[in-house]
């Protein structure tokens, strides 16, 4: 008891709420429930009853009384034009006062809401509101397009770029060169017959993918229009790259409907999207139902490569570092093939330098939450081809043999890919969607000290 009395004591000179806070805990609480009122002479016990007579309380304080004395005259006055006046407000589509409300505004209100309030008839408080996509269910479908960049429509693609404003001699030129044209195959000097061909962009042409992508575009903003996949006030659900069409939904329902979107617009456009390959992925959730493209189902999977990097349900990177190692050793190995046996050591560290490493370390960058299993499974690759690399046996000190090829250590240059991709994130402009979330998460991770996490591996050193 002396302690508390202390503590109010010392909370007094400096800390107003604080003060406050311990007299509160020595009063006596007192918990008064109703179990009964009286309303027009009428007891109700049952809460249905309780807050039933409550509406009709309140329902009576906030209904207009009439009154004989009132003046009538000048209420027909005001209630004609308070009409005219809302009605020539409905005729005008100017901004209110101050501008046109942005997103950011509307993300400052999100972000200064106050926490640990009671929710409304809705239950839902403020922090659901600031905090409704962190930990959140997802359902991301990774769609496959059959023969993307060969069945192209024609048509269909100078009718769009006709609608984004290319005409006259532009649109000339781009069908011309999509007009009565053939191809053939050669094989050992052999050339089969000519064939027309009557859709598709040329792969590897300067302007395919171009061309492809505003043959796409269209699809990527029904699908935004359609998806509910939000970080903040930033629209996330469908961060594709060329014909690597990817879904984002909240709940199967929205994911569904998305799919049924991207199946209408394939069928509209003529290209088509391959149910087999296309995968389903659920992050936080184990999926037992059933998605369909069209008439067919879509498999539904727990991991998936999108652009070449693995991608898992449980986020974590050891699996894709697993398989980047065993890529790494089959590179090395085509290039031991080549008589790499008869080349000097340091010619074939400097061949694994630049083939086998960017094999081994491709979407490094991406690699979050690096375990020490992951670290030693590394280390255990380059260990591994160093010593083949100078013919030493399996048991020499993996030390001795790494520093005498002047090669760094693979944990080190994951961290320093991934300094650089800070750095090319911090380069990007401001309009770009990763820049956004990016600057979207920094600000989060400053502004909440309680969260702990690292971009940096402490192991860089």
Same mark, same amino acid.
């Given at each position: 008891?002396?302690?508390?009395?202390?503590?109010?004591?010392?909370?007094?000179? *400096?800390?107003?709420?604080?003060?406050?806070?311990?007299?509160?805990?020595?009063?006596?609480?007192?918990?008064?429930?109703?179990?009964?009122?009286?309303?027009?002479?009428?007891?109700?016990?049952?809460?249905?009853?309780?807050?039933?007579?409550?509406?009709?309380?309140?329902?009576?304080?906030?209904?207009?009384?009439?009154?004989?004395?009132?003046?009538?005259?000048?209420?027909?006055?005001?209630?004609?034009?308070?009409?005219?006046?809302?009605?020539?407000?409905?005729?005008?589509?100017?901004?209110? +006062?101050?501008?046109?409300?942005?997103?950011?505004?509307?993300?400052?209100?999100?972000?200064?809401?106050?926490?640990?309030?009671?929710?409304?008839?809705?239950?839902?408080?403020?922090?659901?509101?600031?905090?409704?996509?962190?930990? *959140?269910?997802?359902?991301?479908?990774?769609?496959?397009?059959?023969?993307?960049?060969?069945?192209?429509?024609?048509?269909?693609?100078?009718?769009?770029?006709?609608?984004?404003?290319?005409?006259?001699?532009?649109?000339?030129?781009?069908?011309?060169?999509?007009?009565?044209?053939?191809?053939?195959?050669?094989?050992?000097?052999?050339?089969?017959?000519?064939?027309?061909?009557?859709?598709?962009?040329?792969?590897?042409?300067?302007?395919?993918?171009?061309?492809?992508?505003?043959?796409?575009?269209?699809?990527?903003?029904?699908?935004?229009?359609?998806?509910?996949?939000?970080?903040?006030?930033?629209?996330?659900?469908?961060?594709?790259?060329?014909?690597?069409?990817? *879904?984002?939904?909240?709940?199967?329902?929205?994911?569904?409907?998305?799919?049924?979107?991207?199946?209408?617009?394939?069928?509209?456009?003529?290209?088509?999207?391959?149910?087999?390959?296309?995968?389903?992925?659920?992050?936080?959730?184990?999926?037992?139902?059933?998605?369909?493209?069209?008439?067919?189902?879509?498999?539904?999977?727990?991991?998936?490569?999108?652009?070449?990097?693995?991608?898992?349900?449980?986020?974590?990177?050891?699996?894709?570092?697993?398989?980047?190692?065993?890529?790494?050793?089959?590179?090395?190995?085509?290039?031991?093939?080549?008589?790499?046996?008869?080349?000097?050591?340091?010619?074939?560290?400097?061949?694994?330098?630049?083939?086998?490493?960017?094999?081994?370390?491709?979407? *490094?960058?991406?690699?979050?939450?690096?375990? +020490?299993?992951?670290?030693?499974?590394?280390?255990?690759?380059?260990?591994?081809?160093?010593?083949?690399?100078?013919?030493?046996?399996?048991?020499?000190?993996?030390?001795?043999?790494?520093?005498?090829?002047?090669?760094?250590?693979?944990?080190?240059?994951?961290?320093?890919?991934?300094?650089?991709?800070?750095?090319?994130?911090?380069?990007?402009?401001?309009?770009?969607?990763?820049?956004?979330?990016?600057?979207?998460?920094?600000?989060?991770?400053?502004?909440?000290?309680?969260?702990?996490?690292?971009?940096?591996?402490?192991?860089?050193?």
């Amino acid at each position: 008891m002396d302690n508390t009395y202390r503590e109010i004591d010392e909370a007094a000179e *400096c800390d107003v709420r604080l003060f406050w806070r311990l007299i509160s805990r020595q009063k006596n609480r007192k918990t008064n429930q109703i179990s009964e009122i009286l309303h027009h002479n009428r007891k109700c016990k049952s809460p249905e009853d309780i807050s039933n007579a409550f509406a009709d309380f309140y329902a009576d304080v906030y209904t207009p009384t009439e009154n004989s004395k009132f003046d009538n005259d000048f209420k027909v006055h005001v209630t004609e034009f308070v009409d005219r006046t809302l009605e020539s407000c409905a005729t005008n589509n100017g901004l209110l +006062p101050g501008g046109e409300i942005t997103l950011y505004e509307i993300e400052t209100v999100v972000r200064n809401l106050k926490l640990r309030k009671a929710p409304g008839y809705d239950k839902l408080q403020n922090e659901h509101v600031r905090y409704s996509e962190l930990g *959140c269910k997802l359902y991301v479908a990774f769609l496959d397009s059959s023969r993307a960049f060969d069945t192209v429509w024609h048509s269909g693609l100078i009718y769009k770029l006709y609608q984004l404003g290319i005409n006259s001699k532009a649109l000339q030129v781009i069908s011309d060169c999509y007009s009565d044209i053939t191809s053939a195959v050669y094989v050992n000097e052999h050339v089969s017959v000519p064939f027309k061909v009557r859709q598709g962009v040329r792969q590897g042409g300067v302007l395919s993918t171009i061309l492809y992508l505003v043959y796409i575009n269209d699809l990527l903003n029904e699908l935004e229009l359609v998806g509910t996949a939000n970080i903040s006030n930033i629209r996330t659900s469908n961060p594709s790259f060329a014909d690597d069409v990817v *879904c984002i939904g909240t709940s199967p329902q929205r994911l569904q409907n998305m799919l049924n979107c991207a199946y209408d617009y394939s069928l509209k456009w003529r290209f088509e999207f391959n149910p087999l390959k296309s995968v389903i992925l659920g992050y936080r959730t184990e999926l037992d139902l059933v998605f369909n493209l069209g008439d067919k189902s879509v498999n539904i999977s727990t991991e998936t490569k999108h652009l070449g990097i693995l991608r898992t349900v449980d986020l974590s990177p050891s699996t894709d570092i697993q398989h980047s190692c065993r890529k790494g050793r089959n590179a090395y190995f085509a290039i031991a093939g080549t008589g790499s046996c008869l080349l000097n050591p340091l010619t074939v560290c400097g061949l694994y330098n630049k083939i086998v490493i960017p094999a081994v370390l491709y979407g *490094c960058e991406l690699w979050n939450g690096i375990k +020490p299993k992951d670290i030693r499974c590394l280390e255990t690759f380059q260990h591994f081809i160093v010593k083949h690399i100078q013919g030493f046996p399996k048991r020499t000190r993996s030390d001795m043999c790494e520093s005498m090829t002047n090669l760094e250590r693979l944990p080190i240059l994951v961290e320093k890919r991934k300094l650089m991709f800070l750095y090319k994130l911090c380069e990007m402009k401001a309009q770009s969607l990763t820049k956004q979330i990016f600057i979207y998460r920094l600000f989060q991770y400053f502004g909440d000290t309680s969260r702990k996490q690292t971009w940096i591996h402490p192991r860089c050193n």
